[in-house]
């Protein structure tokens, strides 16, 4: 594996085990974003299972956006995972940036759930 995957791999575990000491059994929302899109994901980790997902690859942000690798997309994910969480009943969660800086389209994701309705 080359130095910069594990460098990267080392930052999203130590995301994560913060994330675990202080989570108190709340759902974690995660954040994957790659070059041409971005995804979200609202995860159990009790049951290991994904309650609710939404990406820049759905048909409803797809019509709305030119690429899915803009804050505009960001945006719209985040306002599309806040409103499945509230359809579903999870209000609160943990947010997981995955090792990625909370800069940008990571962000504008977070801000964007926040004033969807989502706690975190």
């Not at 791999?9 to 899109?37: E, Q």
């Not at 956006?65 to 359809?87: D, F, H, N, P, W």
């Amino acid at each position: 594996m080359s130095s910069s995957l594990k460098l990267a791999d080392r930052r999203k575990n130590r995301v994560r085990y913060k994330l675990g000491k202080r989570k108190n059994d709340l759902p974690r929302l995660s954040v994957f974003r790659s070059g041409r899109h971005i995804y979200a994901q609202i995860i159990n980790d009790k049951d290991g299972k994904t309650i609710a997902s939404a990406s820049s690859l759905d048909q409803e942000i797809i019509t709305k956006i030119k690429k899915g690798s803009t804050v505009e997309s960001a945006l719209e994910v985040g306002k599309l995972i806040a409103q499945r969480s509230k359809s579903i009943g999870v209000k609160t969660v943990v947010f997981d940036r995955g090792g990625y800086k909370y800069h940008g389209r990571v962000k504008a994701l977070a801000n964007a759930a926040r004033e969807g309705g989502l706690i975190f």
